[in-house]
């Protein structure tokens, strides 16, 4: 089967819209010495906050089926890792899947030997090369929707995971038995060679049908030429609607201190049961949606440049845990966030380089052709309104035969002020001399 598409509507009436209640049954937050809180709505969203300050204290998470585990922390910290190196540096919106692009890399890692292997395994599960095997687990699994509660509007997910080959490349058996593990794995053939434009025009078509038109053109004109060997993409689509919807009627214009001022933005309200934490400067709201999907929304105390670089997957993790079913009052805007890039340069910061070079060992995936990747295109959309969300996300890993990259443009160094220069053995790191250089006139 090329693709998986769960079509299930998930849990309503089991959680409570957002929980077991903890011992004692509260529905507020404790206080240090143990004592509740009056019972009264925790304010949530643009119009209160700084509202919430309450001090919050240490708790496992008490939603059945969500403990943080080992692996859920360190795709945390992908996600926060590549999270800071993709978001735009003055601070704009951004949106991308961590799901889709570890899928993609995952596969590729799948594929991928020696130091290559080594690069993409660090990455994905920040940790050793040996715990790669981990990662397919959890995110195989999040393409099965619960099937638990009912009713008229089930949440849709479709998943394909596609390696598009050119005719004379050979996929390793073992490589494609592993592909069709994974939601909607298969290998499928590509004119890349013969017709490039005809093989991009392919892939964007595929994509743009598994989205329903939210992501028309993932692969832009000339990233599809002669020399490409295979493209690996995954691409997802979701949409749910929320366990308890925001009130009907009642969205409004209210104050949101965005980066260029105050103003006014559609903002939808919602009093009810959900899934709350407050700790570490930040305020954490669970948005429980059916198919057992949540949204979590993350509010910090203060300037969002200044917590989200300080957010790491442990102190996600240890938020997610601390959360309770506690009655909020939440006031949210109606948004549509989206996000494109090419996520070599990135990943190249966080240590994923062989890959790109003409060294690369992807002999897992091939041995007919020595291949290395050329670049890694992203694309996400996501949206919320008041009767649920719908996202889509795409990411394609092009391969071309490995030496056959076109030169890159020289880049220019012109030493014309002064400088240090250093004379060194390479192998050992000796300086043999250290000079400063202010006038060799």
Known sequence: MSRRESRREGPAGDRDGGGRPSDGDSDQPSEPD???????????????????RAPFADRA????????????????????????????????????????VASALGLAAAGARGSTRDE???????????????????????????????GEDPPILSVANTLW???????????????????????????FEADPEGARTLINEDVADLTRGL?????????????????????LYLKTAWVNRFTEGATSPLPFHARAGVREVPTMTLTERMPYAVRSGWQVVGLPAKGGVEAVILLPDGELAEAEAGLDGATLGALLDAIRATRVELFLPRLRVTGRADLKASLSGLGVRSMFRDDADFSGLSESHPVQISSVLHESVLQIDEEGLEGAAATAAMFVLAGAMVPQRPITVRVDRPFLLLIRHRRSGSVYFLARVTDPS
Request: charged share 25%.
């Open 165 to 191: 080959t050119r005719d004379d490349l050979v996929v390793h058996p073992s490589f494609r038995r592993n592909l069709e593990q994974w939601p909607g794995g298969a290998v499928k053939g590509a004119p």
């Open 34 to 52: 143990g004592r509740h809180r009056r019972c009264l709505p925790q304010r949530v969203g643009p119009a209160a906050r700084s509202r919430v």
């Open 120 to 150: 993409l395994s660090r990455v994905l599960t920040d940790g050793s090369p040996d715990d790669l095997h981990r990662v397919a687990g959890p995110l195989i699994a999040s393409a099965e929707l619960s099937t638990s509660g009912g």
């Open 61 to 100: 998470d008490d939603r059945q089926g969500l403990l943080i585990t080992v692996d859920d922390r360190a795709h945390l910290s992908f996600a926060l890792n590549l999270h800071r190196a993709l978001a735009p540096s003055d601070g704009g919106d951004f949106c991308w899947s961590p799901l889709s």
């Open 215 to 235: 992501i028309p053109e993932l692969l832009p004109a000339g990233t599809v030429e002669k020399r490409t060997m295979a493209a690996l993409v995954n691409a």
